[in-house]
């Protein structure tokens, strides 16, 4: 597999639009840099919002990667849509790599899809055109509490079984934790290259100046991604409402809304209200352009995530964390999956116990009262971020892997 590819990566979300957009934008780059041909598919529309980053284009380029979307633009909300979407979706993504290869201009399929019924579809892509195929692997979803029949149900085993039966006949698997590998490991039935990549950040779209504090008179902390349970937004919430009665001159900034779907933002207004949290002590975004994130995150003195316990946490790795860094900011950050592994605490982050308010109260108190030693944090998370993260440096190491050199 040496020398540079002709890679078509498919996936359902480029080049925005939430955590694995990120992370995908930045793969490909990784690819681009060290002289690889990558081209994105798209089997389904956009789920993002419609009015932000590029939703409403059917194909485009970023960084010299063309990518299209090969059956609607934006994905539909009724079933009946959805079901069509995602079908002839498929569809065309075995036609359109059928054209590459005629082409000869196919190599290497590259799938951030893990769900059963995309997966077999892949896996046979793989087998009529004789094409080596790497599945990306970025995180495990828990069994939902719900009737055998029901929607959550259905989406849980589609996940469930592509992820136990069909990603194991991938020539190569990249993943994000190292659970997620002894995983893999433990159901393959032969060897297989396993890549761990927690993530990928391009620390320069950071290099912003002149960036005033969110609140003049206040220290913000900083929060972006999906605001849901599985991120601890409502254990974030309460935090801040025990530090904001401590300290009046703290303010909460919650950047981000669900990608899919109607707004949370109202709830967890709603929320905060009822905690005796002051609208004037927190800002809710809602869903937000990349291109002001790194500002909005700037802004601010501290950067949290508050993960609960749970398989999503151990399994995963918090895309967010790489742009934390990356804004030079002081992190506190649960102690959950490979954190542990990677950080040291009051070096690299401020650990807190998951799902414990009294403990992540007292380490944002602890970067409050220390700026000095925030300030140390906040250096020491950057540079580890710019050795491990930075798709830049991170290149060649993903070359090799997908050329399978030593």
Not at 26 to 51: M, R, S, W
Not at 277 to 296: A, R
């Amino acid at each position: 597999m040496g020398g540079n590819k002709n890679i078509v990566l498919i996936t359902s979300g480029f080049p925005y639009g939430g955590a694995s957009a990120n992370l995908l934008r930045y793969f490909v780059f990784c690819l681009k840099e060290v002289g690889h041909n990558i081209e994105v598919f798209q089997p389904t529309g956009a789920y993002y919002g419609k009015k932000l980053d590029q939703q409403s284009v059917r194909q485009g380029n970023i960084g010299g990667v063309n990518y299209r979307r090969l059956c609607f633009i934006h994905h539909p909300r009724n079933y009946l849509g959805k079901i069509l979407d995602n079908f002839l979706g498929l569809l065309l993504t075995f036609l359109y790599l059928l054209k590459r290869k005629l082409a000869n201009r196919l190599d290497l399929i590259i799938v951030y899809d893990t769900s059963f019924s995309a997966s077999l579809i892949h896996v046979l892509s793989k087998l009529l055109l004789a094409k080596k195929l790497i599945i990306i692997l970025p995180e495990f979803y828990e069994r939902p509490d719900s009737k055998p029949l029901s929607l959550s149900m259905l989406k849980w085993y589609n996940f469930y079984f592509g992820i136990k039966y069909i990603a194991r006949h991938a020539d190569k698997i990249i993943v994000l934790s190292s659970y997620l590998k002894t995983y893999m490991e433990l159901r393959l039935k032969s060897h297989k290259d396993i890549l761990i990549m927690p993530n990928l950040t391009d620390p320069t779209r950071f290099n912003i100046t002149n960036i005033k504090n969110f609140k003049n008179d206040c220290i913000t902390i900083g929060y972006v991604g999906t605001p849901g349970r599985k991120d601890g937004i409502f254990d974030l919430i309460r935090s801040f409402g025990t530090i904001n009665k401590k300290n009046p001159k703290t303010h909460l900034l919650i950047i981000g809304d669900l990608t899919n779907g109607d707004t949370i933002v109202p709830q967890l207004r709603k929320y905060a209200l009822d905690y005796g949290i002051d609208e004037n002590s927190i800002t809710f975004t809602g869903l937000t352009s990349h291109i002001k994130i790194p500002g909005l995150l700037l802004s601010c003195q501290i950067c949290i995530i508050t993960r609960p316990n749970g398989v999503f946490a151990e399994a995963g790795f918090p895309t967010k964390l790489g742009e934390y860094f990356a804004c030079r900011k002081p992190v506190v950050i649960t102690r959950i999956g490979d954190m542990q592994i990677y950080f040291k605490d009051k070096e690299h982050v401020v650990f807190a116990e998951p799902e414990n308010i009294d403990s992540i109260v007292r380490a944002i108190e602890y970067l409050i009262n220390n700026p000095i030693k925030a300030n140390e944090i906040g250096i020491n998370g950057y540079k580890w971020m710019d050795e491990n993260l930075n798709f830049i440096n991170q290149s060649k190491k993903i070359s090799k892997f997908l050329n399978g050199e030593p």
